[in-house]
């Protein structure tokens, strides 16, 4: 970050003396800010002469109109150390293996020869049914290289949530594997397989991967093929021929959570999404030549494409596939100390259960290597904090980010060069020209509102798939406040110039009118312990909405009247009288999204007596249950 400031500086021509300063810069001046980013960087490709066309509009605005890269060229770099690991991959605690950069690059020109005698090439699907494994990195790095679109899901996904999915985008191979291992437990994916194969009508091959079985059995199966035998042919292939195509060329599709409606394909390109990955770790984050970048996702969540860009600084990747609870909890902390990670992602959710779980993860393992912690998924809240500084370590940044499969990385986020204030994500990102508006579209200090940006960035969406004349693109992001991009978190910037998040808009709470984000109760009610985690919903009642609470309790807990007492005080003496909900009620488990997120809505319409569009989004969709009818909800 210093270095960057320091050339920033001499590109500007203004002094630039601390992160404000150059964050104010980034977003007077994009032209210049975005040029140097791919500059600084050293991005594999032709830039061209033009920076940004039409920059006053949003949508609308281009960026690097003239330019040519491909993102997979970039993260397979030659002028990194071939010998150096490229992946390390635990599959929880019964697979474990490693692959060189040499190795990795070698995979992925069998794998595009393979690709390509597929037919596959610029504009043509390429889908994955994968676990965050190394086969997934490499099927993505071949298509990419071939200017094909990757789409990913994991194979927890049912099989209505996979059609709803690829079912839009069409792929023509599908990459698949067998079966995981989920805490323990083998799953077998090759029924569900043939089933999701069968409906796609484009498909021309399934490349089955084993993993739970050495050779798993593809008879019977349309276009099935299993990887050694997909690849057999092509094994002497030992170069890639990268496709430059333009900026925007589409790379990948990821899905909205589809909680109240099919999932949206969200579109991105490649030069946005590699130009805000790079600003992202290496200035963010300080990810450098050989650190160790961890990031606990799935291939169902935007976090699995943030954390293969690290290739392209120089840093190996840590994955894992699992459950990140198998040893109680401490399977993703003994990866830390094992393989010297640098960098530890997580969700707020799992640094919370560990709280929860009576773990010192910092006194039972060495976690020197580790110089940052990342979280998203959900808000933070300020006891994590607390825990983290405590119970993991004292010297680290704790980065807290928010943004999403929306623009494929973060709005607001950490840096390095800036102090960690309990409860507070660090900063606006750099080029993100990051603001809170209230209700009139003014913006707003140390109050509640609306996130937006308020200037084009290099990785909006491309666009939507199936959105011809940009209708719900336009919709999904620039109908509240014409021209300028609102995300649809409740938010506020600090008097630090921090942001914080209240969750999300459209599950705000408005119990006689009054806004309240559902993070300020979760964060209240779970200080109890026990309580082990909550959601908040508004009802329709009598011409207004009141507060109702679900609490999940630990175990053997009685909810009782005294309880409900401690629960409504806490956040009484915390929050506002408000706040306190008019009913709270008991369950044995909270639904939520495959990536670990609150479903407030989902929760919402089941209450009032509402279908729920589309459960096969959920993790745990039979949780939905004991939601309804519930006579409680009926009564004064």
């Known amino acids: 970050m210093h270095r960057f400031a320091r050339e920033a500086e001499r590109v500007s021509g203004r002094p630039l003396t601390d992160y404000a300063s150059l964050w104010q810069w980034s977003i007077d001046d994009p032209e210049r800010f975005w040029g140097l980013v791919w500059s600084f960087f050293g991005v594999v490709g032709d830039p061209g002469q033009r920076v940004l066309l039409d920059g006053n509009r949003m949508p609308g605005a281009r960026w690097f109109p003239d330019a040519r890269l491909n993102l997979a060229e ?21 697979v474990r293996r490693r692959v060189s950069r040499a190795e990795l690059r070698r995979q992925v020109a069998i794998t595009a020869a393979a690709l390509r005698a597929q037919g596959v090439g610029p504009g043509v699907c390429v889908a994955a049914f994968m676990p965050n494994m190394p086969e997934t990195l490499v099927a993505m790095l071949a298509a990419v290289s071939l200017g094909a679109i990757f789409t990913s899901t994991s194979p927890d996904f049912g ?44 498909l021309r091959r399934v490349v089955v991967v084993p993993y739970v079985d050495a050779a798993p059995p593809t008879q019977g199966m349309a276009h099935a093929q299993l990887l050694g035998d997909f690849l057999a042919p092509f094994t002497g292939v030992t170069t890639i021929d990268f496709a430059r195509l333009p900026f925007d060329q589409p790379v990948y599709v990821l899905y909205s959570s589809g909680t109240t409606g099919v999932p949206k394909g969200i579109v991105h390109g490649a030069g946005g999404t590699l130009l805000q990955h790079l600003k992202e770790q290496q200035l963010h984050c300080d990810v450098q030549p050989g650190d160790r970048y961890f990031y606990f996702t799935t291939c169902g969540w935007t976090m699995w494409n943030i954390l293969v860009s690290a290739l392209a600084s120089g840093a190996t ?8 609870f198998v040893d ?33 993860p910092g006194i039972e393992f060495n976690l020197d290597s580790i110089r940052v912690i990342l979280s998203t998924g959900s808000p933070l809240v300020p006891e ?9 370590k004292t010297d680290v940044q704790l980065s807290s980010m928010s943004g999403g499969t929306d623009i494929c990385s973060a709005f607001v986020i950490g840096s390095p060069t800036l102090r960690v204030w309990r409860g507070e994500i660090q900063c606006r990102g750099l080029g993100m020209a990051v603001d809170v508006f209230d209700d009139a579209g003014r913006p707003i200090r140390e109050a509640k509102g609306e996130l937006v940006c308020t200037q084009p960035f290099p990785c909006m969406p491309v666009g939507f798939w199936n959105d011809a004349d940009g209708s719900r693109y336009h919709a999904a992001y620039f109908s509240r406040f014409p021209g300028v991009w609102c995300h649809g978190d409740f938010s506020e910037i600090t008097r630090h110039d921090g942001i914080v998040i209240y969750g999300r808009s459209d599950a705000v709470l408005n119990p006689g009118g009054v806004r309240i984000g559902t993070a300020e109760i979760y964060r209240q009610v779970e200080k ?11 009802q329709e009642w009598n011409g207004d909405v009141r507060v109702v609470l679900f609490v999940r309790l630990r175990e053997g807990v009685s909810f009782d009247e005294a309880l409900q007492g401690s629960i409504r005080e806490v956040i009484r003496a915390n929050a506002t009288p408000r706040h306190v909900p008019a009913k709270i009620l008991p369950v044995t488990d909270i639904p939520r ?12 319409e089941v209450i009032h007596g509402r279908p729920v569009k589309n459960v096969e989004a959920l993790a745990n969709a039979e949780a939905l249950e004991q939601f309804r009818n519930r006579p409680e909800l009926a009564e004064s």
């Not at 970039?74 to 019964?94: C, H, M, T, Y």
């Not at 069409?170 to 089933?195: E, M, Q, S």
């Not at 100390?337 to 992602?345: A, S």
């Not at 312990?529 to 919903?537: L, Q, Y």
């Open 328 to 360: 109680g909890g401490r399977i993703l902390f003994r990866l830390a100390e094992e393989e010297r990670m640098t960098h530890f992602g997580t969700s707020a959710k799992f640094i919370d259960a560990v709280a929860k779980a009576g773990l010192e």
């Open 593 to 604: 999204t495959k990536s670990g997120k609150l479903v407030e809505l989902a929760v919402r």
């Open 159 to 202: 099989i209505q949530g996979v059609l709803d999915r690829f079912g839009q985008t069409r792929p023509v191979v599908l990459f698949a594997v067998d079966g995981y291992w989920y805490n323990g437990k083998r799953i077998d994916c090759l029924d569900k397989l043939a089933d999701i194969a069968r409906q796609l009508p484009d």
């Open 317 to 324: 990747l840590l994955m894992y596939d699992g459950s990140p």
């Open 74 to 94: 970039n993260l397979l770099r030659e002028d990194i150390d071939p010998q150096s690991d490229a992946v390390v991959f635990w599959g929880e605690d019964k």
């Open 528 to 538: 109890l312990p026990d309580v082990v985690e909550s959601i908040a919903v508004g």
């Open 384 to 392: 994590s904090y607390d825990f983290v500084y405590r119970s993991i």
